[in-house]
Structures are given as structure tokens and as C-alpha cells.
């Protein structure tokens, strides 16, 4: 599990948001599923961003599973 991210958003207003992951990545399609998608996940990696990739939600099915996934990313 990626550890938890911190980021001020704005000096002045003392707001700080907390991510669980720097990016979501979400594509069932599957010209992108194993290409692009797999390629820009692994290239990730390396450059220490913390990312969620979705490939367990099958095409057609509801997204409500994911939103809590969605709401800790920040991309």
C-alpha cells in the first residue's frame, strides 16, 4: 500500500489536502488496458509517484466501488 502524501495547497489559508496516491489510472479500453496504460504505470514507478491502478472493475460495472479510490488521489 502507498503511504499517505501531504501537499499545502495555499500558503496563506493553512489548508492541507492529504492523498493516499498521486494518480488513478482508470481505462478499461482495451487497446489501452495493456499498452498505454501499462507502459505509463510502470514508467511511473520509478519516478516515486504513488499510483492506483485500476484493473480489477470490469467494463460496464458501477464505478461506486472506486469513489472512495478516487476522492484519496489526487490526479
Same mark, same amino acid.
Given at each position: 500500500?502507498?503511504?499517505? *502524501?501531504?501537499k499545502?495547497?495555499?500558503? *496563506? *489559508?493553512?489548508?492541507?489536502?492529504?492523498?493516499?496516491?498521486?494518480v488513478?489510472? *482508470?481505462?478499461?479500453?482495451?487497446?489501452?488496458?495493456?499498452?498505454?496504460?501499462?507502459?505509463?504505470?510502470?514508467?511511473?514507478?520509478?519516478?516515486?509517484?504513488?499510483?492506483?491502478?485500476?484493473?480489477?472493475?470490469?467494463?460496464?460495472?458501477?464505478?461506486?466501488?472506486?469513489?472512495?479510490?478516487?476522492?484519496?488521489?489526487?490526479?
Open positions: 500500500m502507498a503511504s499517505m *502524501s501531504m499545502r495547497v495555499s500558503p *496563506s *489559508s493553512h489548508t492541507i489536502e492529504y492523498w493516499r496516491y498521486d488513478l489510472l *482508470s481505462f478499461r479500453g482495451e487497446d489501452t488496458h495493456d499498452g498505454f496504460t501499462h507502459h505509463l504505470f510502470k514508467a511511473l514507478g520509478p519516478k516515486h509517484i504513488d499510483t492506483f491502478k485500476d484493473d480489477k472493475l470490469q467494463r460496464g460495472e458501477m464505478i461506486g466501488s472506486l469513489l472512495k479510490t478516487i476522492e484519496e488521489s489526487r490526479v
